[in-house]
């Protein structure tokens, strides 16, 4: 076994040994400096997601000591990403995790990663801003909860890091306060995202090409995005501005150490009621990193799981848990669809699957029986996930065979949906173990009657879009989810609340949360510049307040 | 479109050696291919009602290479490569697989006297319709809920590895890998002379002639 046999990836680990893998050169290296275990780092951040990877990247490029661990591996997109959706299972999180609820959750797939770089690495690049409103969306719209985040602020960072991931999009967004046009152009449309034109002016509202985090002309070592259409399963050319090729590359040059394949099983607490560092699993043995402060970064599962795993005497319910809030409040989006056969030949597995979308009805308030929003976008599922929508429908047989043979003349709309923050969904501590015999976590969720209307809304719209777009045999896909947000949200009292507006725990000074677990609500659009701007803020008010002496 | 589109003579495994394949794709891809055709994980008993059940869920035109569906999905279990989630309701996946088809073939017997691979088409097809629609609870299923093995094992398991494979990508027109060459022609009716030719009525000669030359 060797470091560089792509083989070996998930079995021994890259970052070590003063090098990390060049994620744009073909077996190349690139110096990693390394922090030893018995000297206290500034931070060591649980996760190199969109939460960790960025917050590692910009404290290390302030000058702090960062060592970030992340369970998965360290690939090398551009030898190791197979242009194969069922192969590339191997980005996803598929330890076991048990689901249940009136609507128990697939997990996996559009969910959850287990890599460097982790979910971005196989997320579909859609970079959309909240709606101001959302930010204080218990003040002005009358459901969930305010943040403490202020939405002027969050422009700002919006600002950044569309600049830093060189977001592709249109020179003129048609919602929301006035914006800068996109760094770079937006990318052309495939018929699958002209369908959802067509539809959108059929019905007299505003669509847009998504701004997108792969990139439009050539940025660096990567050139364009060449619409090979695997975007999902992971991208094989580095077009796309995942946490692995833009974050996780420049924490490294900026100082930071990486460590993969190294499973974070316990938050250590010291006896002044502080964190002291973090226990993990790497190259079968539990280690031990001091640090001064500890940044839970795993995502809405990972994260309230290893806060409750790290319970002590002291804090019997978990970390940070004095709210009795810690895996409560677990929101996915909605995902429902649309799906339709149109005469044309689509083929809708050229280019990313969400070229076109609408937020008209994130920013339209009336006409609606429901609160909360949600945009749709066009769609470009490959056979197998596509084959698994029709599973859904509980479609066997020829009769699936017959339907799967439309495949190229496909066309669907699909939302991203807002759920409501509801204290029964949430994440537990089941009694079965894994693979490092930590228990693994329950998973429980149902869906609310908000959010069933929100569905059925969405579905009657989108229908009527689809069919005045010119397409036939209209139907229904009911019960999809993505994303995972909640179970740690951040507030502006310690009561209801388990972070403050800059990530940092109540109960205990030196421990930060910084992924999607912080949101308060979801909004309805994808949640991954989102967690960007908040972990780029929360290193300036990390900043910040070290420098007075706050840390 | 009129009747279902069809693309003869289209072979997405002709664009192996090409531009669309990379060197780590054709080393997946050509595992799949060379995936054994006999059981490793399930027994002789459990292998005939999984072939059964695989040519009842994704049943195959005969004039077409066959897609060995049922290796795949052993192979999957042999490997133990899980979702990432289960649903509470069911046990581990290789437990639900092994109750599972035993409980299939007990059920069977009970209204046939027969092991499912044995009866006809109509009864097979009777009993997993009466399986997807709860209907089938006898001990055999150790409370394991039959509609819930059906949707979230049985059709996700057989139907995910059915469309891995080369042979279904062909058959539905899909482009199938595409690094480093990618796609060009974004806008519908247009395809790239890398992609599948769909015959048109009455030119199926030509879409065939055309298929034979993706490359």
Not at chain 1, 228 to 257: D, H, M, Y
Not at chain 1, 333 to 354: C, F, H
Not at chain 1, 451 to 476: C, P, T, Y
Request: hydrophobic residues 40%; proline residues 6%.
């Amino acid at each position: 076994m060797s470091a560089d046999d792509p083989h070996d990836a998930q079995l021994v680990p890259r970052g070590k040994n003063g090098r990390a893998p060049d994620v744009f050169r073909p077996a190349a290296w690139i110096p990693m400096r390394e922090y030893p275990q018995d000297e206290a780092v500034d931070f060591a951040i649980v996760g190199t997601g969109a939460g960790g990877g960025t917050l590692a990247c910009r404290l290390a490029e302030k000058g702090f000591k960062v060592v970030a661990f992340d369970a998965g591996a360290w690939w090398r997109p551009l030898e190791e990403f197979a242009s194969d959706e069922t192969h590339q299972g191997k980005l996803f999180w598929t330890d076991e995790r048990i689901c249940d609820g009136e609507n128990p959750l697939h997990l996996g797939n559009n969910n959850s990663g287990k890599a460097v770089g982790g979910s971005t690495v196989h997320f579909a690049m859609v970079s959309l801003r909240f709606r101001p409103e959302w930010f204080r969306s218990r003040s002005l719209l009358g459901y969930g909860a305010d943040w403490p985040l202020d939405w002027r602020e969050m422009w700002r960072y919006y600002g950044e890091v569309e600049e830093a991931l060189k977001i592709a999009g249109p020179v003129n967004y048609p919602w929301g306060p006035k914006r800068p046009r996109y760094p770079y152009r937006a990318h052309e449309l495939n018929a699958s995202a002209l369908v959802l034109a067509r539809g959108c002016e059929a019905l007299g509202i505003d669509w847009s090409p998504t701004p997108l985090a792969t990139v439009s002309a050539p940025r660096g070592d990567a050139h364009p995005c060449v619409y090979r259409g695997f975007c999902v399963s992971g991208c094989a050319t580095n077009a796309k501005q995942s946490a692995l090729v833009t974050w996780i590359p420049r924490a490294v040059r900026a100082g930071a150490e990486v460590r993969d394949l190294a499973m974070v099983g316990r938050i250590a607490m010291g006896h002044d009621g502080r964190a002291s560092g973090v226990e993990y699993m790497r190259e079968g043995r539990w280690q031990f990193q001091r640090a001064r402060n500890v940044v839970v970064a795993g995502y809405a599962i990972e994260t309230p799981r290893l806060l409750l795993m790290s319970a002590t005497e002291r804090f019997p319910d978990g970390l940070a848990n004095s709210s009795g809030l810690v895996g409560k409040n677990l929101m996915v989006q909605l995902n429902q669809a649309v799906w339709g056969t149109m005469d044309e030949e689509i083929r809708w597995y050229k280019g990313p699957p969400s070229l076109s979308l609408t937020e008209h009805w994130n920013y339209e308030d009336k006409g609606k029986d429901f609160f909360g929003g949600y945009c749709y976008m066009s769609q470009g599922p490959l056979p197998v996930a596509w084959v698994s929508t029709q599973n859904g429908r509980g479609l066997w047989g020829q009769q699936l065979q017959d339907e799967m043979r439309k495949y190229n003349h496909q066309a669907g709309l699909k939302i991203v949906g807002e759920a409501m923050p509801q204290e029964r969904n949430r994440v537990t501590l089941a009694d079965e173990k894994d693979q490092y015999g930590l228990p693994v976590a329950r998973v429980t969720y149902s869906l609310c009657d908000n959010d069933k209307r929100l569905v059925r809304h969405s579905l009657d719209f989108m229908s009527l879009a689809l069919e005045a777009a010119g397409a036939r045999d209209i139907w229904r896909e009911t019960d999809d989810t993505c994303h995972l947000n909640g179970t740690a949200r951040m507030g502006d009292d310690p009561a209801t609340s388990v972070v403050s507006a800059d990530c940092r725990s109540w109960d205990i000074d030196n421990l930060w949360i910084c992924d999607g677990s912080v949101f308060p609500t979801v909004g309805g659009v994808n949640p991954s510049l989102t967690i960007q701007a908040i972990a780029m803020r929360t290193a300036d008010r990390i900043e910040a307040l070290a420098a007075r002496g706050d840390l | 479109m009129t009747g279902l589109p069809r693309y003869p003579g289209y072979d997405v495994t002709a664009k192996r050696d090409t531009p669309s394949w990379d060197d780590v794709t054709r080393t997946v891809i050509d595992e799949r291919l060379a995936t054994p055709h006999e059981p490793h994980f399930f027994d002789v008993v459990e292998w005939q009602a999984l072939c059964a059940l695989c040519a009842c869920i994704v049943p195959q035109d005969r004039e077409r290479p066959v897609v060995p569906v049922a290796a795949l999905v052993d192979a999957r279990l042999a490997n133990n490569l899980g979702d990432g989630y289960r649903d509470a309701r069911l046990p581990p996946m290789r437990d639900a697989w092994r109750i599972g088809l035993r409980a299939l073939d007990a059920e069977s017997r009970s209204r046939h006297e027969l092991p499912f691979s044995s009866i006809a088409d109509e009864a097979r097809h009777a009993l997993l319709t009466d399986m997807q629609e709860g209907g089938l609870d006898g001990p055999e299923w150790r409370g394991m809920p039959g509609a819930v093995f059906f949707a979230k094992r049985v059709l996700h398991d057989i139907c995910g590895m059915y469309y891995a494979h080369p042979h279904a990508w062909s058959e539905i027109g899909f482009g199938g890998p595409a690094n480093p060459r990618g796609y060009v022609r974004m806008v519908a009716n247009r395809r790239d002379p890398w992609e599948a030719a769909e015959a048109r009525p009455g030119r199926e000669d030509q879409a065939y002639k055309e298929n034979r030359r993706v490359r």
